[in-house]
């Protein structure tokens, strides 16, 4: 079945966006600014890295920065 992460779920600052980049680069351009607690579908994860959807958009975000 499909995978689910939830972003930052432990942040208390909800105003924080975490971004979503286009390749699993930290210098990666920004496709997307994410909220904690949004719910993120998971392709797949390497090298500290997962790939993963929001509402048609796919990017990267650090591993540590998902829960789920």
Do not use: I
């Amino acid at each position: 079945g499909k995978r689910a992460a939830l972003v930052a779920p432990w942040s208390k600052n909800r105003k924080e966006f975490l971004p979503l980049r286009g390749t699993a680069d930290a210098n990666a351009a920004v496709v997307a600014e994410l909220q904690p607690g949004v719910v993120t579908s998971v392709a797949s994860c390497a090298h500290a890295w997962c790939r993963v959807s929001v509402r048609g958009v796919t990017g990267y975000m650090p591993q540590e920065k998902l829960w789920g």
